[in-house]
């Protein structure tokens, strides 16, 4: 049965890829039109993955292993952090929402390491680019990095055409127990580490942290909407 693995659709440029986007598979969108569909699309309403997801890739219960390059050149597997619970982001340096998120995710490798959590950036994306993003803006996080092999890893989560950023959060024993699609906030991060703090506290079951999840983020952006009118 497919695990209901909260996702929250925000700024992604939804079916757009990195293939369409860098490669021109489809010319007409260009980097601005990209940008601007991503940008539309940040106050779509949250749905559970079993609602987007293609019924015949249903998302993974356990973190695929895949090896790609780090900064350094060398091929390292995405379970190169055994017993931690991995926040795995997906992202690329033409990507709007990817950028903002970054500053928020160096701040959660800075004071969620001590509680056992690792961020790890998979970048979709030319290496150089990459590199030269990375250093510019102090990305002191590990990266990891690659174009058509960057998009055979992400493939493997059964999302489809989804856009970027993309954030997949693991317990300590690599099981997935949440996704989020589109850029992370603060307090929606905040949700999210939590309960996967208590899946590692035994407290919860991944299936029951979905739920719970959910429920927070729902009521998070309610009180948002709410404050907003």
């Given at each position: 049965?497919?695990?209901?693995?909260?996702?929250?659709?925000a700024?992604?440029?939804v079916?757009?890829?990195?293939?369409?986007?860098?490669?021109?598979?489809?010319?007409?969108?260009?980097?601005?039109?990209?940008?601007?569909?991503?940008e539309?699309?940040?106050?779509?309403?949250?749905?559970?993955?079993?609602?987007?997801?293609?019924?015949?890739?249903?998302?993974?219960t356990?973190?695929?292993d895949?090896?790609?390059?780090?900064?350094?050149?060398?091929?390292?597997?995405?379970?190169?952090?055994?017993?931690?619970?991995?926040?795995?982001?997906?992202?690329?340096?033409?990507?709007?929402?990817?950028?903002?998120?970054?500053?928020?995710?160096?701040?959660?490798q800075?004071?969620?390491?001590?509680?056992?959590?690792q961020?790890?950036?998979v970048?979709?994306?030319?290496?150089?680019?990459?590199l030269?993003?990375?250093?510019?803006?102090?990305?002191?996080?590990?990266?990891?990095?690659?174009?058509?092999?960057?998009?055979?890893?992400?493939?493997?989560?059964?999302?489809?055409?989804?856009?970027?950023?993309f954030?997949?959060?693991?317990?300590?024993?690599?099981?997935?127990?949440?996704?989020?699609?589109?850029e992370?906030?603060?307090?929606?991060?905040?949700?999210?580490?939590?309960?996967?703090?208590?899946?590692?506290?035994?407290?919860?079951?991944?299936?029951?942290?979905?739920v719970?999840?959910?429920k927070?983020?729902?009521?998070?952006?309610?009180?948002?909407?709410?404050?907003?009118?």
């Open positions: 049965m497919k695990p209901l693995v909260y996702v929250a659709i700024a992604v440029a079916g757009a890829g990195f293939g369409i986007y860098r490669y021109g598979i489809a010319p007409r969108i260009t980097p601005q039109e990209a940008t601007l569909q991503a539309q699309a940040a106050n779509a309403p949250a749905l559970a993955a079993s609602d987007t997801a293609s019924d015949s890739s249903p998302i993974p356990t973190l695929p895949f090896s790609l390059q780090d900064r350094n050149g060398q091929l390292r597997s995405i379970r190169s952090w055994p017993g931690k619970s991995m926040i795995v982001n997906f992202w690329a340096t033409w990507c709007a929402p990817c950028r903002r998120e970054i500053p928020l995710l160096k701040e959660i800075r004071q969620r390491a001590a509680e056992g959590f961020v790890v950036g970048a979709v994306d030319f290496r150089d680019d990459v030269k993003y990375a250093k510019q803006i102090g990305m002191d996080y590990p990266i990891l990095i690659g174009e058509d092999d960057g998009l055979a890893a992400v493939n493997k989560f059964g999302m489809g055409s989804m856009g970027f950023p954030t997949v959060f693991t317990d300590t024993q690599a099981r997935i127990v949440l996704t989020h699609l589109g992370l906030t603060k307090p929606q991060s905040e949700v999210l580490i939590a309960v996967v703090g208590r899946v590692n506290s035994g407290e919860l079951t991944p299936a029951a942290a979905q719970v999840a959910t927070q983020l729902q009521a998070l952006d309610s009180k948002a909407h709410a404050e907003d009118g």
